[in-house]
Nanobody, 120 residues
């Protein structure tokens, strides 16, 4: 029900744009989050957005480099990743949950993950 895409191989300093697309529902009442998991590490939250109000939240490690945004339709969210570093290498997942304010603490839907590899 969530499809994450846009991963790939990029050199350090480069950019990628990830997309999260919902099928079977729209994001109107949802918060959408991006998470990542590097090999041997725990999954960590990267960013989230309240689709209805556009409020955004970022982890300190990506603030100023990554931008989360609503897509042009009601079932897509993007994560623009600039100035990528080798430590950004991970499988990136998107998730969605009912939104009130702030990043949801529990997530109802998860995408399958897309691999981002940043070479030095």
């Amino acid at each position: 029900q969530l499809q994450a895409s846009g991963g790939g191989l990029v050199q350090a300093g480069g950019s990628l744009r990830l997309s999260c697309a919902a099928s079977g529902f729209t994001f109107d009442d949802y918060g959408i989050g991006w998470f990542r998991q590097a090999p041997g590490k725990e999954r960590e939250g990267v960013s989230c957005i309240g689709f209805s109000d556009g409020r955004t939240y970022y982890a300190g490690s990506v603030k100023g480099r990554f931008t989360i945004s609503n897509g042009n339709d009601k079932n897509t969210v993007h994560l623009q990743m600039n100035s990528l570093k080798p430590e950004d290498t991970a499988v990136y997942y998107c998730a969605a949950a009912t939104y009130t304010s702030g990043c949801p603490r529990k997530w109802d839907y998860w995408g399958q993950g897309t691999l981002v590899t940043v070479s030095s």
